[in-house]
């Protein structure tokens, strides 16, 4: 693999940067937060990104994608994540997208994952149940077989984007025991189905974030995504590739909340002269420096073992969110102490990164997670 | 096309009828470097006459000019050069401070006359070169030497002292910063000097370390006599060639290509874990060192991705990104914790410094570890490395 953006990524990444930059400055996040906007992203304006081509990326042509890979994905990441753009790529794109991409029958890819890549529809997944930690395979939610159909029973947490999802795809137990992969069928569930109940949640990172509730749902065989049973394997790749397009997203984010600290070590005066000229504060901001760099390294070398379908791109993955997360919270940590009162004010954006960066560490496994996920893939 | 495929096949041929057998396959064993010299022992009888035929074409710097002893290679037939030393796994003829550091800046700046002097004696490895830079008022505040040169007829006169000479012992020449002038800015009045330390005054003592070796040296200077043409630039402009030695010897490293690693079955730590703690259902079975072993080897996979992508992007013709300047801080301080661990794992057979009742693993960690407590220290200090990335790459004020 090689660690460099081609010609193309490097287009790419300028097109993107400019986007979010004219369209998503910082203050536009803090307006959906102040105005307690019930979607919390803009309709339009992932319309608009899809126009661009952004959420086809993915995607493989026959299903109307681009054919790319992860290198590209993570490069919208890393541009949306720097200034907290909400709108729904990780949720819709990379979660429900490739559920259907890669586990959905032609007729769903045709009803859900096309308005999925034309903007005109956003899905989500739901997984998460109140104190699972981090295994996707437990769960109290269970899908009892009918006629032709089953009958889905549970309740799902921090639904990314639940709220106004045009439908939720749900993991639920068909077979087997709590904790087994086996057992476990991913169920697609659109919004209007009698018994689904959506309930805005409100998390400290502001997203959109969302309870669904599932009483008696009644889903067709249809529209299970994958296999009956096998749908465990399935969220497993789904998640990974989900964690290393987050992991560009934490990425974006340190390295403005990286860049934020040393303009305010350049601009703030105490003692008659700038803080920055501060020896205890230049060899922290060296340090963090360091951290970001390391970062990138990984984010690119684990979204390339994806493309390359890699023999070591699990290691990768769980190195690169061991790093972000570990990374995206000592810098915004960093930030914060070295912006000194201004910091801890609702005023200053950097707070906003250090709120995401802790609910984007707990996302898909924090660092100790991954840590030990490294540590039994290489064999101790 | 056809003349280089033509260069490549006789260089093939070439290395194949002469390189010596014994040397094939060593290009991943670093105890056979060899860096030359009047005193060096090869660490095998065959690095000599390896080094002397190779030598003898100017291809131990295969891409120096040709009427100072270098090969004269462009850059596509210095790649097929080293494509086929490697196909060979033959280990390079010659390291060492001459090739990497002090022969490009004689190129640069030397008279016509030093370049025809030092040049091929470089090429050829017949002397070592050692570096007089730090002394003891002077480590990371290194424009703070006062080792005093003063001007004698066609000589200076040296008095002072230099200390952490790397291979002081066994080298043959030194290249040294000394102060000309103590009435201007400190880093105006250094001069740059080429001296034999064979001359008359000058005494080397190794020092005696931590670990217990001794792999630098004190060299004392008492009115040592070093003749004007021997002061490369001009007088009080060392400074400037000192900071440009540091350029060439990045780009030299560069250049001349890094020896492939050696294949590992299993990482040090690994292998270490598993017979020194043991595996229970499949995990090292202390929990606290398991998750030590995954941070230090999450903290190598990145580092080591971070060095390939900087070379990556210069491959593509970028120039190098500010990534490189973390390379020093980050990898030592990476090697030091990694010996720490190694103690941890280890436990009291750790402790070992010689004799029985200690295996000879255990034996070389401890000197190891103590070894690696100077890598934070030497070729500037961390301290120095964060002044270096807040000044140079953050921009932050003095």
């Known amino acids: 693999m090689e660690l460099v953006l081609n010609e193309e990524q490097t287009m790419l990444a300028e097109s993107v940067n400019s986007f979010v930059k004219d369209n998503s400055p910082i203050t536009r996040f803090r307006k959906l937060r102040d105005e307690n906007d019930p979607l919390g992203y803009s309709k339009e304006l992932w319309k608009q990104m899809a126009d661009l081509g952004w959420t086809a990326i993915l995607f493989q042509e026959e299903d109307g994608g681009l054919g790319l890979g992860m290198a590209e994905t993570v490069i919208v990441t890393e541009a949306m994540g720097r200034n907290l753009m909400p709108e729904p790529y990780l949720s819709s794109i990379m979660l429900a997208g490739q559920a259907l991409s890669l586990g959905g029958s032609p007729e769903l890819k045709e009803k859900w994952l096309t308005p999925i890549i034309s903007g005109d529809s956003v899905l989500t997944v739901a997984y998460q149940e109140k104190m699972m930690r981090y295994h996707l395979y437990r769960g109290a939610t269970k899908a009892e077989k009918t006629s032709g159909a089953y009958r889905i029973n549970g309740e799902k947490v921090q639904v990314l984007d639940g709220n106004g999802a045009d439908a939720i795809i749900v993991s639920a137990r068909t077979s087997g025991n709590d904790g087994d992969a086996e057992g476990l069928t991913l169920f697609l569930v659109p919004k209007d189905t009698a018994g689904l109940t959506v309930i805005r949640q409100s998390r400290v990172d502001c997203r959109n974030l969302a309870i669904v509730q599932l009483n008696d749902v009644e889903v067709p065989e249809t529209n299970i995504i994958g296999e009956v049973g096998k749908g465990g394997e399935l969220l497993s790749r789904v998640v990974d590739d989900a964690t290393v397009a987050l992991c560009g997203e934490m990425l974006g984010g340190m390295s403005f909340a990286f860049d934020r600290m040393l303009g305010y070590m350049k601009e703030r005066v105490q003692f008659n002269v700038v803080i920055g000229s501060f020896q205890a504060l230049k060899h922290r901001a060296a340090r963090m420096f360091m951290e970001v760099e390391l970062t990138r390294s990984v984010v690119m070398a684990a979204a390339r073992a994806i493309d390359e379908n890699d023999p070591n791109k699990e290691i990768l993955i769980a190195t690169a969110k061991a790093r972000c997360s570990d990374a995206y919270v000592a810098v915004t940590n960093e930030a914060v102490q070295i912006l000194g009162g201004i910091g801890m004010t609702d005023e200053e954006d950097i707070g906003f990164y250090m709120k995401r960066a802790r609910a984007a560490e707990m996302a898909f496994g924090d660092a100790a997670y991954h840590k030990d996920r490294f540590a039994s893939l290489k064999g101790y | ?398």
């Not at chain 2, 080293?82 to 280990?91: A, D, S, T, V």
Request: net charge negative; proline share 6%; charged share 25%.
């Open chain 2, 1 to 398: 096309m056809a003349d280089l495929q033509e260069f490549r096949q006789s260089v093939r041929s070439w290395l194949e009828a002469n390189a010596p057998k014994t040397l094939r396959g060593k290009v991943t064993d670093l105890t056979f470097t060899y860096s030359g010299g009047r005193k060096g022992k090869p660490p095998h009888p065959d690095c000599i006459p390896w080094l002397n035929m190779m030598a003898e074409r100017g291809w131990t710097i295969p891409f120096w000019p040709k009427e100072y002893g270098g090969g004269g290679l462009d850059k596509q037939e210095t790649k097929i050069l080293q494509e086929e030393m490697l196909r060979l796994e033959l280990p390079p003829p010659l390291s060492g401070m001459g090739i990497t550091m002090i022969g490009p800046t004689v190129l640069q700046y030397g008279t016509e006359e030093q370049k025809k002097l030092y040049i091929p004696q470089i090429v050829k490895g017949e002397i070592r070169w050692c570096q007089g830079y730090s002394e003891p008022n002077a480590g990371s505040d290194l424009a703070n030497i006062q080792t005093k040169a003063i001007v004698d007829g066609d000589d200076y006169i040296v008095n002072g002292q230099k200390i952490w000479t790397s291979g002081g012992n066994e080298s043959d020449w030194i290249f040294m910063l000394v102060r000309t002038n103590p009435n201007v800015k400190k880093q105006a009045g250094i001069t740059f000097l080429l001296c034999d330390l064979e001359t008359e005054g000058i005494e080397v003592r190794p020092i005696k370390l931590i670990s217990g070796a001794s792999i630098f040296c004190e060299v004392f200077f008492e009115d040592v006599r070093v003749p004007r043409n021997q002061i490369l630039n001009r007088v009080d402009g060392g400074w400037e060639v000192a900071r440009a030695l540091l350029g060439h010897e990045r780009t030299m490293i560069a250049g001349l290509g890094s020896r492939p690693a050696a294949p590992t079955a299993e990482d040090r730590v690994e292998a270490a874990a598993k017979k020194n703690i043991g595996l229970e259902n499949g995990k090292i079975a202390d929990e606290v060192i398991r998750s030590r072993m995954a941070q230090v080897q999450i903290d190598e996979s990145s580092f080591k991705l971070t060095v390939q992508r900087n070379s990556d992007n210069m491959k593509a013709g970028h120039r190098p990104g500010p990534e490189s300047s973390i390379f020093k801080i980050y990898g030592t301080e990476l090697n030091q914790r990694r010996e720490e661990l190694l103690l941890s794992i280890f436990g009291p057979e750790c402790l070992g410094w010689e004799g029985d009742g200690f295996d000879a693993k255990e034996l070389e960690l401890c000197r190891t570890w103590l070894r690696s407590r100077g890598n934070t220290l030497e070729g500037g200090s961390s301290e120095i490395q964060l002044n270096i990335i807040a000044k140079q790459v953050l921009n932050l004020p003095d």
